[in-house]
């Protein structure tokens, strides 16, 4: 049952709170939220412990370890996943991915992700397969300053921010979340992306890729979500050997010919 009213789960000292976002040509899409604390790593599926050792704050691991424990929740309130069969890779642009663990060889159709975390809030972005989504938060008392207006835009969006006529907060958040939608980070320059509109209704290009925005924000923070059609889907190594092994199952030819292990039984 899809809800469109926010739901919390609760576990230990964190608290998520889970939302099912209606979408313009109805993709399924979920946002979760929780306020930032301690996790046991010991406790979480989507860890990478080499990477955890390279945390040099307590803030930078708790955030990381929030976000984690929240995309559990998300995934379990998406439903019909088993977190304990996936890992959490990264893209050359560092934008995360759900795959399965390598070596077990299997093909789960698997939502795909952002993830944001500022001061004290995590969110985890969801969105059915097919479709690429970007997040991101900042606090509503920290909007950028003026000072780094000309870093983010330029020509009329750039006069418009001067004047006050655009949000900077809106503007800074949704570039930042096309940016994660479109798994380019800062590999897309901010300023080729034109926030034309001062809330929702913009259509953004990206070489082949239109993002919308959809303002989430509440009391506190500004949270805005991007989305569009996925015209750069991620494939893995296994993904294609997967592939190449059913088009040689298919096509009557003897693909076992040169297999080690038939070698080996001949």
């Not at 979408?23 to 406790?43: F, N, V």
């Not at 945390?55 to 998300?74: I, P, V, Y």
């Not at 975390?117 to 509503?140: F, K, M, R, T, Y």
Request: charged content about 25%; proline content about 5%; aromatic content about 6%.
């Amino acid at each position: 049952m899809i809800r469109n009213s926010p739901s919390s789960v609760e576990c230990d000292s964190l608290q998520a709170t889970i939302q099912w976002v209606a979408l313009e040509h109805g993709p399924r899409c979920l946002i979760a939220t929780c306020t930032i604390g301690e996790k046991d790593p010991a406790s979480l599926q989507f860890i990478d412990w080499d990477e955890i050792k390279t945390f040099k704050t307590e803030k930078r691991r708790n955030e990381h370890l929030s976000a984690r424990w929240l995309l559990e929740e998300a995934l379990n309130e998406w439903g019909g996943i088993d977190c304990s069969k996936l890992m959490v890779s990264r893209t050359e642009e560092r934008a995360p991915y759900l795959q399965a663990i390598q070596g077990l060889w299997v093909q789960p159709t698997l939502p795909n992700l952002s993830i944001s975390h500022s001061e004290q809030l995590a969110c985890v972005a969801l969105v059915e397969h097919g479709w690429a989504v970007g997040i991101d938060a900042e606090p509503l008392s920290r909007p950028p300053k003026p000072t780094v207006y000309d870093m983010m835009a330029k020509g009329e969006e750039l006069a418009r921010l001067r004047s006050g006529e655009l949000d900077a907060l809106w503007v800074w958040t949704a570039k930042e979340a096309v940016q994660k939608a479109a798994r380019l980070g800062m590999h897309l320059n901010p300023r080729a992306i034109d926030i034309s509109n001062v809330n929702d209704g913009n259509k953004i290009s990206i070489e082949n890729s239109i993002f919308q925005l959809r303002n989430l924000s509440n009391q506190t923070y500004q949270i805005t979500l991007a989305w569009g059609l996925d015209t750069r889907p991620i494939r893995t190594p296994e993904d294609d050997l997967l592939d190449a092994t059913r088009v040689a199952m298919n096509s009557g030819d003897d693909w076992t010919v040169g297999c080690s292990t038939v070698r080996n039984n001949g």
